[in-house]
């Protein structure tokens, strides 16, 4: 599917349909296949491009957590097919990137990449308004990789003074 399409469907036809106050049915992610990873949070696939995977932080460049980062996406899906779950509600950032959950196959089961980052302390949740996931999970995730000191947790002290 041409990607220009699929832009302009998220873009134009889907919020057109929210504000009209018509049910929307859930849309399936798109199958593709990851051809490149330019950071922990920003990868590129054969059809739909660049993609910003959506509700993350990355670690600062110049941390050793940013380069683990990257090392855990390339690791996951480079060369290997995903499933893109564009955000119907906000589809694009300003520099024009599809913003989007990512999954990725292992042992024959799809997991959440966004989510797993959170999980292992290699990105910070940032609550997106006007966004499609409930970033409940992923808080639930970040506030375990805090309590195990993981990835850019690893010196976190919680605001009470409880680790």
């Known amino acids: 599917m041409n990607r220009r399409i699929i832009v302009l469907f998220y873009s134009i036809?889907?919020?057109?349909?929210?504000?009209a106050g018509l049910e929307l049915d859930l849309i399936e992610p798109i199958q593709d296949r990851c051809t490149g990873v330019y950071n922990p949070v920003l990868i590129k696939t054969d059809v739909m491009g660049d993609i910003r995977l959506l509700g993350l932080k990355p670690p600062n460049k110049d941390s050793k957590y940013y380069d683990?980062?990257?090392k855990f996406v390339k690791e996951r899906i480079l060369d290997k097919d995903v499933l893109i779950d564009i955000c119907h509600?906000?589809?694009t950032t300003r520099e024009g990137?599809?913003?989007?959950v990512v999954f990725y196959m292992k042992e024959g089961?799809?997991?959440?990449l966004n989510e797993e980052l959170v999980r292992n302390g290699l990105a910070q949740v940032v609550p997106v308004m006007k966004?499609?996931?409930d970033p409940k999970v992923w808080?639930?995730?970040q506030k375990e990789a805090q309590r195990e000191h993981l990835g850019i947790w690893s010196?976190?002290?919680s605001p009470d003074g409880i680790p």
Request: glycine share 4%; no cysteine; proline share 10%.
């Open 89 to 91: 509600i906000n589809p």
């Open 97 to 100: 990137y599809l913003r989007a």
């Open 155 to 157: 010196d976190y002290n």
């Open 109 to 112: 089961r799809w997991y959440n």
């Open 131 to 133: 966004s499609h996931p």
């Open 139 to 141: 808080f639930t995730a």
């Open 13 to 19: 036809l889907i919020p057109a349909t929210l504000l």
């Open 68 to 70: 683990q980062g990257f």
